[in-house]
């Protein structure tokens, strides 16, 4: 008997030894301790108490004194589970804890299987093997199982299973004590993710932990790291082994070692410093073993932002008190208990009122009320700064009047806030200022109201007004007639979107007057009602003076008006028709009139290069071909005209150097010039490198046409002086001739159609010349005119918008001898532009037209783009860093890996203005960056410096 129970007991003290590891390295010394307790009855009650239980006889077992019923009861009130199971697997004996956290009864477990009370297949077959090693002499074996209760929840335990030996050695059963642990494992877990958070918060520390010790006098540093020792301008291997003296500034090195001393002597020692310009807090906290300090564990934390915010705070603090003592309004706080603090001088300035306490009694005592702005008296805790107290809610613009000794004085417009003076006090912050100025007004306003309403109703023009909610203020008699209003009290205060149902007629009529009055500009629009009246409805926006914006409308009847202007336009309409069908007659006719035409001067002409000819009829046939060329020029004269009457001419607007034009249509009529021996003067010599936004051909045409008439309707030995002045937005150019002039009433008819002057009948023309000259610098966005003196002379002049030389254009241009277009076409640089946005795509496209020395490519794809510039010519790529297929970074890497493309200069485009991003681009390669929105200027500039 006792060897078994030295068997068992050193197994179940083995098993306490084994949980007792396992609960400490949880560091949990109360379940340790506990437990501890738990296994040591265990190990009683199985040494002593199986023994009684197995015993027939009824004697009492004695054991250092106690009974047997003493170690039952140990057996019995055991906090852990204790199952007696035989060689069957069978359960023989439970103790009461088995029962009670199972909720079984005993006679749902003995006889019972052991394995049957564990649902999970992979634990009875663990438990079999255990008991298989047991039975082979082990002395004991633990496992952690889910065993179910009644209920068939399932409880995690920790079991131990202990043979029972004999005295022969041989097992007679097992004990299988068992243990909650489930309160363990969560522990363990919560200490886990505990360890795991504590160990990234030392990670992320962006302070400074440092530890030391004491040798001898000196203290010498294990351990330190951290953020902030190297903004110190530190490394640990500067402090760790060290003493103060060996990298602490000396000048601070005495109030350190006072702190050290301190904190090493058992105080908790905070103090600030300033190292390299940071300031900083540190922490020494002593750690005790055995009541003695055996080492300081220290932290510290920059607190240089803090100590910048406090100088900065004081700094404000001052401004606002500055501030708080010049404003105009009165300020003071109240709290929960009356209590009011002024905190500047206008409260006991306006109101007599000092800091300290202030209720009814008080105002009573010094004579004052307080009236509502209707005239009704107040109580005092009806005061806007009491309510706001008691309610916590805001106030705005509250209208107060004070009478004193029964006079009203002053009035007030109060608000009041809620403030938290503390975290259970509440209080409010009251602001006050004087309007007794403006309530005087206010009554004088009111007394010139009436005569004002009596005007408005009785102008005949209809007045409309609402808020900024487009709530109606005011209406007159007169809109209330046009929109059938019986009342001026029907509409004041309603909703104007009532009156939009009279103009169904209007499409979207509610969101047009909603985007006028969004727009917030003067407007004037015509509108029709549902019985037909036409109005025109004017807008005005109107601030009146301490209140908001109000909407101003007046409605005019403009019925018969709109049906008259409705007749013009009929009018109108039926003669540009007529006028239409006239000019498609006439261009169909110059068509038809062209091809007869032009088989008579080809003939002709061949017939001028017979040598067999005589004389005379050489004459005949220059006559023709005279006549002939004057015929063509009427007729394409004729067709012009029709063209633009017709709105068929094109013409083709782009930068024009209007000097070199010039002196080339000079050249072209030079030979009739000198035939009349007429003198042209060049006068453009301000006019170089100038540039205007024409058709070169149509230009060509004008300066024809002008120079022509100057010639012809001049005198012999007569002048033409062309001229030219250059103003902010166009260049006008002057033809000055000494011919017979024109009278000055006639100016304005010589550029009509087919008039020609009387008493010139001798010169060749059908009035047609003048006509289409005007109308084809009008298309050309341009003005055309004349002066004239009749027997002096005239001055013809046209302008036409002006386009500086282009910046980044030839310096050389206009002093070459060849054509602009010609020289454009000789130094065109081409420009990639590798970008998916169709609207940026098209921004640059514009730029770029203007800019004759630059073709733009463009690929809407990274790929596209590094196919583009592999195989293109290309002189600069502009490259965006957002692409579909692959970023802008990955594109350029491409770029400069491939041999063709590695020498392109680059310039990135991007949405990104953050100046890292910027700079990273710009140290990854990148000779430039834009951002959008991109500035044209900037484009420009930076193409330039590129090219």
Known sequence: ???????????????????????????????????????????????????????????????????????????????????????????????????????????????????????????????????????????????????????????????????????????ECFFVVGNDITELLKHKERIVKTQIELKETIQKQQGMIFKYLKKGNSFIHTLCDGELLYKFGLRPKDVIGKDLYEFMPNDQIDSKLKSYEAAWNGDVVVYEGLING??????????????????????????????????????????????????????????????????????????????????ESTARKMG??????????????????????????????????IKEKGSLKKWFSVNSKPLNLSESEKGSLVSFHDISLQKIQELKLKETYSLNQNLIDNLRTGIFVTDENRNTLLVNKAVRKMLNIQSEGNAIGESAKKIHCDFSENKNFSDEIQGIINAGLPNSTLVKSDRGHVYRLNYIPVLLEGKNKVNLWTFEDFTEISELQMLTQNAKEEAETANMAKSDFLSKMSHELRTPLNGILGFAQLLELDKELNAKQQKFISEILTSGSHLLSLINEVLDLSRIETGSLKVSIELVNIKDIINECIGMVTPLAEKRKIKIADLLNNLDHCFVKADPIRLRQVLLNLLDNAIKYNHENGEIHIYGEKGMNDITIFLKDTGIGINSDKLTAIFEPFYRIKNNTSIEGAGIGLSLTKQLVEVMNGEIGASSTAGHGSIFWFSLPIQQEPELADPELGHNEESFIQKRAKNI?????????????????????????????????????????????????????????MNGYQVFDELKRNQHTKNIPVIAISANAISMHIEDSLNKGFQDYLTKPINIKDLLFKVKKFI
Do not use: W
């Open 829 to 885: 640089s081409t420009i990639l532009y590798i970008e998916d946005n169709p609207s940026n795509i098209a921004l640059v496209e514009e730029i770029m037209e203007s800019q004759p020395h630059y073709s733009l490519i463009y690929a809407k794809e990274g790929a596209e783009g590094l196919t583009k510039a592999k195989n293109e010519r290309v002189d600069l790529i502009l490259l965006d860093i957002n692409l579909p297929d």
């Open 368 to 401: 004052i009320e307080f009236v509502s702005e209707n005239g009704t008296s107040m109580k005092y805790d009806e005061l806007p700064g009491i309510n706001t107290v008691n309610d916590h809610i805001e106030r705005k613009d509250v209208i107060i009047g």
């Open 278 to 359: 940071i300031h900083y807090l540190t922490t020494l906290s002593p750690v005790f073993r055995e009541g003695k300090v055996r080492e300081v564990i220290c932290s510290s934390i920059d607190i240089t932002v803090r100590k910048h915010m406090e100088d900065k705070l004081r700094k404000n603090e001052n401004l606002y008190r500055t501030v708080l003592h010049t404003m105009s309004e009165g300020i003071f706080i109240i709290d929960e208990n009356g209590i009011n603090t002024n905190l500047n001088k206008n409260v006991e300035k306006h109101l007599g009122i000092k800091s300290g306490q202030f209720g």
């Open 1 to 171: 008997m006792k060897h078994r129970r030295i068997t068992v007991g050193a197994a179940i003290l083995f098993l306490s030894i084994d949980l007792l590891y396992t609960i400490n390295y949880g560091n949990d010394f109360y379940l340790s301790n506990m437990m501890f307790f738990y296994l040591v009855s265990v190990f009683i009650a199985v040494l002593y108490v199986f023994p009684a239980y197995k015993s027939k006889s009824s004697r009492t077992l004695i054991c250092d004194g106690h009974t047997s019923s003493y170690f039952t009861t140990l057996f019995d009130q055991n906090p852990s589970l204790i199952f007696q199971i035989d060689f069957k697997g069978k359960i023989t004996s439970v103790n009461q804890t088995s029962l009670d956290i199972l909720n079984y009864s005993k006679s749902d477990l003995l006889s019972k299987s052991f394995l049957s009370f564990f649902n999970i297949p992979d634990d009875q077959h663990y438990i079999k093997e255990i008991f298989h090693v047991v039975k082979e002499g082990k002395v004991n074996t633990t496992f952690l199982a889910k065993i179910s209760k009644k209920d068939q929840s399932d409880i995690t335990m920790k079991f131990t299973v202990i043979p029972h030996v004999t005295g022969q050695k041989s097992i």
